[in-house]
């Protein structure tokens, strides 16, 4: 059981993890640094003014809009690419839109999904055969890092495990739930291991799905009280264009909600719990690259609340 081999950490070794954390996060490389103005403040915001544009049909305004903040990250979430695709579609950009399809196969998608978005414009239909899936569909599966799937894999089924049974007994279920925090905590210093020794698990290593399955682990650092160590290594990995804003702003309502009662970013729905600070909230979304509580409300269909309007 690859799981066990952690078990077996020394205990030197897991308490060096905190001071190499905070290492990491001071030492940020030079090209994540000169980003930061581009990544945080006005790359996922025009990304979101891009996609907009894509909704709305303005094509040409969307591909402005895109040509802006392509040269600045090489990794683009599926929903992303897929509407930059649709402007290629519609302007009939044979070139263009063929890199896209075969950059979207080599971040691992498949062709049913490929087809859902796209067959109905007859242009696609037109250059489908010259789609090579075979040849970047296998070098999509060559990038991927399957000594650290198989180790995210077992953490996340000994995640599930207690979670997924259901005691008849009720105090079997407290023994349940008292278990399941302590594995909580040992899977957020087995995380904290992968991330210092192993890597980041990024998409490029574990593919998108796998990547947002495993902030479900990140959910369990508030049981360890180290949410504050957890917090650098997902804002680095922003910075890189690894990891994404609305995950982190989820993961931090989370925690923020476990300790103090209240959400930080106001992007988690769990429950009737005030922002911690409204005054401040949209400048601290837009530090990530978020847009505004407004705005994200309006796309949730909830009311904004009280104190942000004020």
């Not at 992303?80 to 070139?95: H, M, P, S, V």
């Not at 290593?205 to 160590?229: T, V, Y």
Request: charged fraction near 25%.
């Amino acid at each position: 059981m690859v799981l066990s081999k952690y078990f077996k950490i020394h205990r030197s070794k897991i308490a060096s993890t905190y001071s190499l954390v905070i290492l990491l996060f001071f030492n940020l490389p030079l090209k994540a640094q000169e980003l930061n103005s581009i990544t945080y403040s006005k790359f996922y915001s025009i990304k979101k003014e891009a996609n907009y544009a894509v909704d709305v049909k303005q094509f040409d305004e969307a591909l402005n809009l895109f040509n802006k903040i392509l040269p600045y990250l090489s990794y683009f979430k599926e929903e992303d690419l897929f509407r930059l695709g649709k402007c290629y579609i519609q302007t009939c950009d044979t070139e263009n839109t063929l890199q896209l399809l075969h950059k979207l196969i080599l971040n691992g998608e498949e062709m049913p999904l490929i087809d859902e978005w796209y067959n109905i414009d007859s242009f696609y239909n037109k250059i489908k055969p010259m789609i090579q899936f075979d040849n970047y569909h296998n070098r999509y599966v060559s990038k991927l890092d399957s000594s650290q799937i198989k180790r995210v894999d077992e953490m996340l089924k000994f995640d599930q495990l207690l979670r997924n049974y259901q005691p008849e007994d009720s105090q079997l279920n407290g023994y349940k739930i008292m278990v399941r925090d302590k594995i909580d905590s040992l899977l957020f210093i087995f995380l904290m291991n992968e991330f210092l020794f192993y890597g980041f698990p990024s998409q490029e290593k574990l593919g998108d799905e796998r990547l947002r399955l495993i902030a479900i682990i990140m959910h369990a650092s508030d049981h360890a009280g180290n949410w504050e160590i957890m917090s650098p290594i997902l804002l680095k990995s922003i910075f890189e264009g690894t990891f994404y804003p609305d995950l982190y702003a989820l993961i931090a309502d989370r925690h923020s909600h476990v300790k103090n009662r209240c959400y930080q970013f106001g992007h988690l729905f769990y429950g009737n719990f005030p922002l911690c600070d409204c005054k401040n909230v949209d400048s601290m979304r837009v530090s990530i690259g978020l847009d505004s509580l407004k705005n994200h409300y309006q796309r949730v269909g909830l009311p904004l609340p009280e104190c942000y309007l004020k």
